[in-house]
């Protein structure tokens, strides 16, 4: 059974910066992802990472903010999130696949596992 935790989160400024983790057991996935979600909106897609080859996917509202990287034995990952915005306040979940996804990336159908999210606000 595989298991996703992620940490990190927190209340920071606007402007300020916060590194959330994901760490993986029960399998190495071939991809991972970060969403987020506020209540009463739809889950959407931060970021995705590819494992075998690390490459990158991110949505336009936080390209050149957030990174998403790995540690080289595929089993922690990292979302660096600098110059946060209030708008990007929200629970922040990781994601895993084994097998893809074989499909569009920012789809939450698209995933296996997830964690049970870690908030993030960002107020003054």
């Known amino acids: 059974q595989v298991q996703l935790a992620e940490s990190g989160g927190g209340s920071v400024q606007p402007g300020g910066s916060l590194r959330l983790s994901c760490e993986v057991s029960?399998?190495?996935?071939?991809?991972m992802v970060w969403f987020r979600q506020n209540p009463g909106k739809e889950r959407e897609g931060v970021a995705a990472?590819?494992?075998?080859?690390?490459?990158?996917y991110y949505d336009d509202s936080v390209k050149g903010r957030f990174t998403i990287s790995q540690e080289n034995h595929k089993k922690t990952f990292y979302l660096q999130m600098n110059g946060l915005k209030p708008e990007d306040t929200a629970m922040y979940f990781c994601?895993?696949?084994?097998?893809?996804?074989?499909?569009?990336?920012?789809?939450?159908?698209?995933?296996?596992?997830w964690g049970q999210g870690t908030q993030v606000t960002v107020s003054s």
């Open positions: 994601a895993a696949s084994r097998y893809g996804p074989f499909g569009i990336w920012n789809s939450a159908t698209m995933w296996e596992a």
């Open positions: 990472i590819f494992t075998a080859n690390s490459k990158t």
């Open positions: 029960g399998w190495t996935p071939n991809a």
